[in-house]
Nanobody, 116 residues
């Protein structure tokens, strides 16, 4: 059974940091490009960051460049999103996604709230 389980969300003050994790099971994780998306209330889901299957290449939305870092550990079947210098506009539900050809899997999401 395919599972993507996000964790690490919560409430943080502006300027603070959080590290999200997404634990994968039920598929060959090392073959998949992994992405983090987010969706704020009333807005469309947007791509935040991606990392290639081998972890060599990454890409980020302009809004998070220099503040967020995506990484993965293929031995642990886990992808991470380190979020620094958080802003209120980063408030959203964050989802991880695994994609490989026609295969496309999603986690249930984890809430990140940035507020004083």
């Amino acid at each position: 059974q395919v599972q993507l389980v996000e964790s690490g969300g919560g409430l943080v003050q502006p300027g603070g940091s959080l590290k999200l994790s997404c634990a994968a099971s039920g598929f060959t994780f090392r073959n998949y490009v992994m992405r983090w998306y987010r969706q704020a209330p009333g807005k469309e889901r947007e791509l935040v960051a991606l990392i290639t299957s081998d972890g060599v290449s990454t890409n980020y939305a302009d809004s998070v460049k220099g503040r967020f870092t995506i990484s993965r550990d293929n031995a642990k079947n886990t992808v991470y999103l380190q979020m620094n210098s958080l802003k209120p506009e980063d408030t959203a539900v964050y989802y991880c996604n695994a994609a490989f050809f026609q295969y496309d899997y999603w986690g249930q999401g984890t809430q990140v709230t940035v507020s004083s």
